[in-house]
């Protein structure tokens, strides 16, 4: 493991593991794998009043898949749909290209060094991919 890669606040973010576990009755659930790595994360969501009140999460994978379940998390509980989707666009173009967390998505800069690392941008979009296809699912 680099130390630029795996720094400690992305180490504290994976081992704090905000929304670990399965939900009782998600209104949506999602599994997706990444067939590279092995990498695996269930997305469980429970939606009220269009907003998403409740997530969790499984993860079968590296730490940067278990910190980034954990930050849509943190950070999406009581978000609309649409508001969560400027996140998944704010990760996307962060792995993409390097460009910088919005102010009002800094909980992303965590993964600021991963761009440089274009073999584990996947495990950090994995669970973004999942949150994707689970607000596809709600509408």
């Known amino acids: 493991m680099t130390a630029a890669l795996y720094h400690a606040a992305l180490v504290s973010r994976a081992k704090t593991a905000t929304g670990k ?6 209104t949506v ?11 695996r994360v269930t997305l469980d969501i429970v939606t009220r009043d269009h907003l998403l009140q409740e997530i969790g999460h499984q993860v079968r994978g590296c730490l940067l898949c278990e910190a ?25 173009a962060m792995m993409a290209d390097g460009t910088p967390a919005p ?3 800094s909980t992303l800069e965590v993964f ?6 274009k073999s584990r941008r996947d495990c950090v979009l994995l669970p973004f991919m999942a949150l994707e296809k689970a607000l ?4």
């Open 68 to 92: 980034a379940a954990a930050t849509i998390a943190e950070a999406g509980q009581h978000q609309s749909p649409e508001t969560l989707r400027e996140l998944i666009l704010a990760a996307r």
């Open 112 to 117: 600021t060094p991963v761009h440089d690392s």
């Open 136 to 139: 596809d699912q709600i509408g």
């Open 103 to 105: 102010a009002d998505w």
């Open 21 to 26: 576990g399965r939900l009782a009755q998600p």
């Open 29 to 39: 659930s999602i599994t997706l794998d990444n067939p590279l790595c092995g990498d």
